[in-house]
């Protein structure tokens, strides 16, 4: 998972707040007594979101309109369809772009509809487009450019240039709202006669990326078999006296350092002087904290290329070679590209192409109703290469190098779009293979705890049983206590055919389609590439085979489970 959260922390009537989003619920509404200027106008604001990120921006986008007089409810781009934008002067789009450059999942139904050939003009519409993404992708914010270019191509006009924004938003998505608000304000000046619109009430931030919060270590213990191919483990963060408030199905980010043998190798590598001035800090130090060094920026292969054209990654660079080039990096970092081209840098060449240090999201696998003091993490540590070790960022720094004494930051990343339903009573069916079982571990504490009656189901596999069945003990404990309805386990290395947790949909697909049809909800966790994919191929084939009206009809039926919030997935 994965990406990066605002800067505020929330509380528990915040994030009630913050659920209510995806509802329709207007950020802003008539009231009396707070002090706010009266309502001029109402201003929509739709958002596309994976992770939260867009539609924290959209809160704070609503709060500066609500300063201002103006009224900006929030909803979901897949809430609404492009005839309705037909129906609007003026709109606001809020969006980040997931995986390979594409839609994020509420927003994949509406960018199907807006770029069919049958979408509708838009002269009438005004509109403003603020993207999300990672400059370290080729396709850079590409979900909000499409809707910005198809928008100018329905005949649409742009209030305000799009913004792009990389993975250190902030500031850059602040600018671009203040120049919104200040717009539309100027557009619409205050009326006394109106009624007053209310600010939402979100707390000012304590814990962010920015100012993450000081936790330790408190477990760390492997969860796989000696004989597993993966080492996966259960780690433990202390809350303390953090405030932090957390709900099943939210993301946790922990800010890594970097390996310092890796440091030390690549700064001998490079010529650089260990002790050199990087930002009032020795180089060292701002490449253990600060820096990506495992990750290979574009920048840096410009300068291979412009350095070292016969290297083989500087030749594949400048000769736009993409794939070629991506299959080469694969399973190298910064230092092989620097041995395999022989590139020489000074520190001031260095700092200016690699790219900052990211904190990692890992989705949370406990439940506040379980664990208020701590929250659980189910975490993968990657291990690679054969020449040479390499490792996960973050995975092998929270693995090898955090010590119980040791702080480490780490801040909250809420996920208002990945949540039980609010009815105890309807069922509920969790895919997650591997390390995705991590927010239905939560799911089921929480279920276990709030003693509710609905139903679930857990589809959950790996490579070997006796090796990769994580949380057995406790999957088994939930199984007999009725908590956990069905438990369906797939270990595809068990039997000469591979058998994947998709399959175990296939084989159960009449069972799974009435659970959907008494409302259960859809929940998937896990690998985007593959694994998801294959989960909703599956999900299409059983509907179409339940009700035998062909794959359109499938398509419609498993797009409305979309719609109505009843098909949510957590991938990466």
């Known amino acids: 998972m994965l990406h990066v959260p605002s800067d505020a922390p929330f509380s528990t009537e915040q994030r009630s707040w913050l659920t209510g989003f995806f509802a329709g619920l207007a950020a802003a509404e008539p009231a009396g007594g707070h002090g706010a200027p009266a309502q001029t106008a109402t201003i929509p604001v739709y958002v596309g979101t994976q992770t939260g990120n867009s539609e924290l921006l959209a809160a704070d986008l609503a709060d500066a309109g609500a300063a201002r007089g103006i009224s900006m409810p929030i909803t979901a ?22 995986g390979e450059g594409e839609m994020p999942d509420n927003a994949e139904l509406f960018w199907e509809a807006l770029s069919a050939d049958s979408a509708p003009r838009l002269e009438q519409l005004r509109f403003a487009v603020l993207a999300l993404g990672d400059s370290g992708y080729d ?17 649409a006009v742009r209030l305000h240039p799009r913004a792009d924004c990389d993975v250190d938003y902030e500031d850059a998505a602040q600018e671009w709202i203040a120049a919104v608000v200040e717009r539309l304000a100027a557009e619409n000046p205050a009326d006394a006669s109106s009624a007053p619109v209310r600010r939402a ?19 760390n213990r492997v969860l796989s078999g000696p004989s597993s191919a993966k080492e996966i483990r259960h780690l433990e963060f202390d809350l303390g006296d953090s405030g932090i408030e957390y709900a099943a199905g939210d993301a946790f980010n922990v800010v890594p350092a970097n390996d310092p043998r890796l440091v030390e190798e690549l700064i001998a590598a490079l010529g650089c002087d260990p002790d050199a001035d990087a930002g009032g800090i020795p180089l060292f130090s701002h490449l253990h904290r600060r820096a990506e060094i495992v990750a290979v920026s574009k920048e840096m292969l410009a300068l291979v290329g412009e350095r070292h054209p016969d290297s083989e990654p500087g030749g594949l660079f400048l000769r736009g070679e993409r794939d070629a080039l991506n ?3 694969w399973g190298r970092d910064l230092l092989d590209v620097v041995r395999a081209s022989g590139l020489r840098l000074t520190a001031d060449d260095l700092l200016s192409a690699v790219r900052p240090l990211q904190p990692r999201a890992y989705s949370i696998s406990s439940s506040p109703l379980h664990s208020p003091e701590r929250i659980h993490l189910t975490v993968a540590a990657v291990r690679y290469g054969e020449e040479r070790p390499h490792g996960g960022v973050c995975s092998t720094f929270m693995a090898d190098r ?39 571990r939560a799911f089921l504490q929480e279920r276990a705890a709030s003693g509710v009656a609905g139903r ?22 939930w199984h007999e206590s009725g908590v956990l309805d069905r438990l369906d386990l797939a270990f595809s290395r068990d039997q000469a055919e591979k058998v994947y947790v998709q399959t175990r949909m296939r084989e159960n697909g009449a069972d799974l389609y009435d659970w959907l049809e008494s409302g259960a909800h859809l929940y998937v966790c896990g690998d985007a590439s593959r694994m998801a994919k294959d989960v909703e191929r599956a999900l299409l084939d059983l509907v179409a085979a339940a009700r035998g009206r062909g794959d359109d009809d499938a398509a419609e039926y498993v797009a409305d489970l979309k719609r109505s919030k009843r098909y949510l997935r957590d991938v990466y």
Not at 140 to 151: K, N, S, T, V, Y
Not at 418 to 426: E, I, M, S, T
Not at 456 to 477: C, K, M, P, T, V
């Open 139 to 155: 396709d850079f914010c590409q979900a909000g450019r499409l809707i910005d270019l198809r928008l100018e191509q329905l005949g």
């Open 456 to 477: 679930n189901w857990l589809f959950f596999g790996d490579q070997h049983r006796a090796s990769d069945f994580i949380y057995e003990d406790e999957l088994a404990g």
């Open 402 to 440: 955090l010590d119980a004494d040791d702080e480490v930051g780490v801040f909250l990343q809420p996920n208002a779009a990945f949540r039980l339903p609010a009815d105890g009573d309807a069922p509920v069916i969790m895919i997650g293979p591997g390390t995705g079982i991590a927010p239905f």
């Open 201 to 219: 009430e979100r707390a000012a931030s304590t814990w962010s990326r920015k100012t993450p919060y000081p936790s330790r270590l408190v477990a």
């Open 77 to 98: 781009l897949d809430d609404i369809t492009p005839e309705s934008l037909a129906a609007v002067s003026t709109a606001l789009i809020i969006t980040s772009t997931y």
């Open 327 to 329: 299959d080469w990096l």
